[in-house]
């Protein structure tokens, strides 16, 4: 099958083309680097030293000799989305090209804008193209399970069944996104349904949880294939952020009680997830959404867990409760089904001690490129400016010895907020 | 009361502008024209002939003895948005300031992508500057009954209590907007929702029906105070067009079934229900949605309605049934509630014999300025490009006598489709 993976040098973009090659389908790579630019914005450099694309898919054929084509540029450009389709004749866009961090969307209103603008544009883009150039190809988009907030009843598969006042209708999940950030992914599920239905288009939302874990099989073939691995307060997401902290035995911290309860999965688990939804493609003019995680956890269950798991390395953190910096429930009934992918044939890599281990383990394999100033939530959702470049918060706790003081350089106050890259 | 009206030059601003000026408010208008500038890339200007803007505030101003300000400038420029708060410090904003008409916005990737990013990064701009500068300040917001589409379940004021396993919860009622253009008030709606959460902002969403008439006590001053008045396939609401078309003995173009059921009102209730909002002003924190409408009709009633008025003034019109340009429900289950505005004290202007009598009597007073080769639908939802430059659909039956040819004239196809201004 044609793949292209809009986005594909990122985190979880990077992992699921090297998965689809290997799988045997042609894969194109489709990014412009914005998450590379963002490193260097926030003075925050992914704690694993990816290479540049060249070199990873110089890399990647040398052990398998697999091509994986790269178009280099924007989506939200539509002359190079149209060449794209024109020359790679995709069957399946898979599209994790969006900025993706609620705290990044959160920083400032330039900040919120361009994580709307860019996501909205770039994914309207793509539907267009579709129309245009392909009209049968699926559409698998990134969503988020985020999208649905903290309901106070179960939370379905993008659908529910309304019973009101004597008559029934199967609507759209009401949305209560807690971010600028998931509110462009809610803005980007509207788009997709209503394409759908007015070109016959075909598209899975694939509602993903928080992802943990950075290896895959394809990963792990050459240090040259790394994975990014993010543990900042900005794009580090809890787990992650967890393991960095029990690396430098800093502080586990939780924001506010710690009730927040999510849906998690493996990153082994978002390579599988995918190619599923590829493989049994949604039917002409059909939207359909898939939650896509394999474990709910509250936010102080995975940092007693990484607690536990940081002991056996011998590293004692304890855990800190700091004031919740964004405005969300730190206790609350949560229950969301996520069915639809194992009947596809899903078999979880579930959060086990070994993968826990593993986890840790990496972030202490790279303990000296840990920035220590990077990891304490400067980002407050309160607040409408979030000056990043005043000094990070002061109340840094112990921290484990550092083989070199240069991995802290980056952490002194001085980074310099630069503006997103507006849309042309 | 300190209003500013963004968007107080267009068709529900100019008139709502004017009416709080008469009932003692300080008024501000805030405007870029670009709602005049469509007129020309659409080659489809206002039947009736309105003035500038300096021209219509002397003319008030000469009248009344009332100043209104007026703040040229564009929603999505936030230094100008910054200087409006800061010079005039409105208590409450009124945010007509969008582009308001769903097939502009479905003429093709252009027109959709401009559609959202102008309304959605407008709204923003709006939230952001209330945050900083005037965290009181009520927003009044313009949205539309169109977010909700045609469920088949009664539409609840913005938000429905739903039981589902044996829990219940009070959330967003599930939307399923019909155009990019909806979908827009759709983005709008969740981004004002979530504001209003994480800084206690106070807003209420107007989920407006399609507005009639074009006259209010305070238009009708002068002739120098005329509001617009839209009769184009674009920017021309059913009722309105139906009205031109009788004028001329063009036949009223119903699309397919005509069972297309919405919320109906007059412009005089629109005025009278934004000043209610704004007296009652919603708590901090508080994000309230009323569905500001008076009484619901289907298209072929209203056409019906039309016939028979224009029976009076000697006008025979047949009603053509068209194939339907947008992608929806011809026949369906509509029932709407709009208990909150009459709560409040409004007394609706219901749909009468006399009002369609004037509305007909107002087309036949211009009737020489009708152009009637943009009454046709040329936007089609199942196309992603509609070249309107292109020759207008010829299917153009039997028209009065014309007392000259120079109305005419704009429709010879030679329309240069203009892109629409982008974002700064």
Redesign the interface.
């Known amino acids: 099958m044609r793949i292209a993976v809009l986005g594909g040098d990122g985190y979880c973009g990077w992992p699921t083309a090297l998965y689809l090659s290997q799988r045997g389908h042609d894969v194109a790579i489709v990014d412009n680097f914005l998450r590379r630019l963002w490193d260097h914005e926030l003075g925050a450099p992914t704690l694993t030293p990816i290479r540049s694309l060249p070199e990873r898919l110089r890399t990647w054929h040398r052990h398998t000799g697999k091509a994986i084509e790269s178009f280099v540029g924007d989506v939200t450009d539509?002359e190079f989305l149209s060449t794209l389709f024109k020359e790679f004749e995709p069957e399946a866009i898979v599209h994790f090209a969006e900025q993706r961090a609620a705290p990044y969307s959160m920083i400032d209103?330039q900040h919120?804008?361009f994580t709307?603008?860019n996501n909205?544009?770039g994914t309207?883009?793509v539907l267009?193209a579709i129309?245009?150039f392909q009209p049968e190809c699926h559409l698998v988009k990134l969503g988020t399970m985020g999208e649905y907030g903290t309901?106070?009843?179960?939370i379905e598969e993008g659908f529910?069944k309304?019973?009101?006042?004597g008559?029934?209708?199967v609507?759209?999940?009401?949305?209560?996104?807690?971010?600028?950030y998931h509110?462009s992914k809610?803005?980007d599920s509207?788009?997709i349904?209503?394409c759908c239905?007015?070109?016959e288009l075909r598209a899975t939302d694939l509602n993903q949880g928080v992802v943990y874990g950075t290896v895959t099989d394809e990963v792990a073939l050459d240090e040259a294939l790394v994975n990014r691995f993010d543990y900042d307060e900005v794009f580090g997401t809890a787990l992650n952020r967890f393991c960095v902290q029990a690396a430098i035995q800093h502080p586990l911290t939780v924001y506010g009680k710690g009730g927040q309860t999510r849906g998690f999965l493996d990153i082994r688990d978002t390579v599988r997830c995918v190619e599923l939804a590829c493989l049994n493609a949604a039917g002409r003019g059909e939207f359909r959404v898939f939650n896509q995680f394999t474990e709910q956890f509250s936010v102080s269950q995975l940092a007693d867990m990484i607690q536990v798991a940081a002991h056996k390395f011998g590293l004692c953190v304890r855990i800190d409760h700091l004031p919740d910096p964004r405005?969300e429930s730190e206790q609350h009934?949560y229950n969301a089904k996520h069915t639809k992918l194992t009947d596809l044939g899903l078999k979880p890599h579930l959060l086990s001690e070994s993968l826990l281990d593993s986890l840790v383990n990496i972030a202490v394999k790279y303990r000296d490129r840990i920035d220590d100033s990077i990891l304490l939530p400067r980002v407050n959702?309160?607040e409408?400016?979030n000056d990043r470049r005043r000094a990070p918060a002061l109340a840094v706790a112990a921290k484990a010895p550092r083989s070199n003081g240069k991995a802290n350089g980056r952490g002194n106050g001085r980074v310099r907020q630069v503006s997103p890259v507006p849309?042309a």
């Open positions: 539509y209103r919120a804008v709307q603008v909205v544009v309207l883009n267009f129309r245009e309901p106070n009843i179960d529910i309304i019973q009101h006042n008559r029934e209708d609507l759209p999940f009401p949305k209560q996104p807690g971010s600028f509110l809610v803005h509207h788009n349904a209503f239905k007015i070109w405005v009934y959702w309160r409408a400016r849309v």
